[in-house]
T-cell receptor, first 112, second 115 residues
C-alpha cells in the first residue's frame, strides 16, 4: 500500500511569485487536507477537499487555493507569495467519513 | 472551536527512563484525539488515536495514552524511552468545520533523550 506522497521536497521562491505543491493520497482515501507548519509551531489547517470540492477552509486568505482531481490527488496553489508563507506544507489523506488523517513527508517552501 | 494545549514545550529525559507528555483539550463534547510524532525534516507519523471505547489506548513504538474526559486530558506515556524516541510530539483533536473534519494541533513537545 502506497502512503501519501508530496512533491517537490524543497522549493525556493521570491516574494510575489506563485507556487504549486502536489500531493497523492493514500490508496482508498478520497479526502485530502492541507496544513501549513511554520517553524517551531504546530500545523495549521488550510483547507480540505472531498470529491473534488472544497468542503472546509481555515483562516487563510483567498490567494491560497487548491484543486482535487478525479484520482483524488491534489494541488495547493499560493499566489503573490509573502515572506511569512515560508513553512512546511503538509498534505494528509483520509478514508471517507473517517477522522484519522495520514500525512505525507511535506514540502519545505522558502520565500526570499 | 476546539483548542489543544501541550503543557511542556521541551522534555529532557535519560535513556530507559519513563516519560509523560501532557495534553489538554478544550471541548467537553465527544472528541477524537490523536498523537503524532515528527522526526527532524519529516512529516507527521500517527502514534495512536482515541475514537471511542477503552480510555487506555496503545500505539506504536511502545507508547500509550489515557483519555480522561473529566479532566479533558490525553497524556502520552512510555515506560522506557530510547535514543530513537528523540522527536517532536504533537497532540491533536478533530474538529468539524463547514463539513470538514480538520485537526487542531497543539504547539508540540520536543522530547530529547540523553544517554
Amino acid at each position: 500500500e502506497t502512503g501519501v506522497t508530496q512533491s517537490p521536497t524543497h522549493l525556493i521562491k521570491t516574494r510575489g511569485q506563485q507556487v504549486t505543491l502536489r500531493c497523492s493520497s493514500q490508496s482508498g482515501h478520497n479526502t485530502v487536507s492541507w496544513y501549513q507548519q511554520a517553524l517551531g509551531q504546530g500545523p495549521q489547517f488550510i483547507f480540505q477537499y472531498y470529491r473534488e470540492e472544497e468542503n472546509g477552509r481555515g483562516n487563510f486568505p483567498p490567494r491560497f487555493s487548491g484543486l482535487q482531481f478525479p484520482n483524488y490527488s491534489s494541488e495547493l496553489n499560493v499566489n503573490a507569495l509573502e515572506l511569512d508563507d515560508s513553512a512546511l506544507y503538509l498534505c494528509a489523506s483520509s478514508e471517507p467519513t473517517r477522522s484519522t488523517q495520514y500525512f505525507g513527508p511535506g514540502t519545505r517552501l522558502t520565500v526570499l | 472551536a476546539q483548542s489543544v494545549t501541550q503543557l511542556d514545550s521541551q522534555v529532557p529525559v535519560f535513556e530507559e527512563a519513563p516519560v509523560e507528555l501532557r495534553c489538554n483539550y478544550s471541548s467537553s463534547v465527544s472528541v477524537y484525539l490523536f498523537w503524532y510524532v515528527q522526526y527532524p525534516n519529516q512529516g507527521l507519523q500517527l502514534l495512536l488515536k482515541y475514537l471511542s471505547g477503552s480510555t487506555l489506548v496503545k500505539g506504536i513504538n511502545g507508547f500509550e495514552a489515557e483519555f480522561n474526559k473529566s479532566q479533558t486530558s490525553f497524556h502520552l506515556r512510555k515506560p522506557s524511552v530510547h535514543i530513537s524516541d528523540t522527536a517532536e510530539y504533537f497532540c491533536a483533536v478533530s474538529d468539524l468545520l463547514q463539513g470538514a473534519q480538520k485537526l487542531v494541533f497543539g504547539q508540540g513537545t520536543r522530547l530529547t533523550i540523553n544517554p
